[in-house]
């Protein structure tokens, strides 16, 4: 068990489990499709350093927190009638043109129109999750835009030993060369005083999947926010990706993910490690960095079936009720 987590299983009667999803991009939309189905207490703690496309366009136009990953985790909270698949598609749809508009997401532009309005960038998105009947609230990681720098070894194939500074979520995240470690810019930035406060009173926080270098670990160098990590009593899980990710992850082995959560939270204990079982050949490895973090290892098949590293959302749904209910422990 991590530090100070709580013992014994939910009680099936009591109140729904209290969650914390972190991440961004398709790996937190795929965690919170399906966790939205386990419980009615569920917050999304989104990254927010994003550079490209139409985030980084109204980013650097107007100085705003880029939407984008913001926006689809609201989209993934949304529910499975015809209000929510519509609301869905409406905020996800992007502009097809010859002008100005080409790209950029309806969602994001709604966001940052609340945002103005507004002046609050939570208050901006409870907004939007109260018009899409989210089941769930998002919040940002931080209350200010972050860029995110790498070392990256090799990123020139011509000098393969030789370690550079990539800055950028784009760039990091395409780098040709392997990511060794990464940092936040500005060092040290404020956390959202709502996502800390959410960690502290959650019975479980959920790591993963996605990009681990740009979505996951981010959230972990952020300082009052890391440190929430590491204080609350809440259960951790951390959910494995399917597949390495070219140019941020190649060459990782199950294990390699937990070796890096490791080198940059240090601090942080796990209670469950959670993988799929088609892409783990050799538990052995993967089931002792987990009990090195202080968790146990669970293995399912949390795929979908045609055989593409994604995600089915009813899988994974059963796996985490499960998880959360004790019975996988």
Known sequence: ???GARTGPPDDDGPPPRVVALGGGHGLSASLQALRRVTTDLTAVVTVADDGGSSGRLRRELGVLPPGDLRMALAALCGD???GHTWSEVVQHRFRSEGELHGHAVGN?????LWELLGDSVAGLDWVGQLL???????????VPLDIAAEVEG???GRPGEVVTVRGQVACASTGGRVRSISLLPEAPPASPQAVKAVHEADWVVFGPGSWFTSVLPHLLVPEL????VDTEARRVVALNLSPQRGE????RPETYLQVLEEHAPELGVDVVLADRSVVQDAGPLREAAARLGGALVLDDVAVGDGTPRHDPDRLA???DRVFRGADQ
């Open 155 to 157: 990123a020139d194939p």
């Open 133 to 143: 009947g989210a089941h769930g609230r998002v919040l940002p990681m931080s209350s």
């Open 226 to 229: 890391a440190r929430a990590l």
């Open 318 to 320: 059963a796996v985490f």
């Open 81 to 83: 009638d015809e209000w």
């Open 1 to 3: 068990m991590g530090a």
């Open 249 to 252: 992850t190649d060459g990782f």
């Open 109 to 113: 532009l709604l966001i940052v129109a």
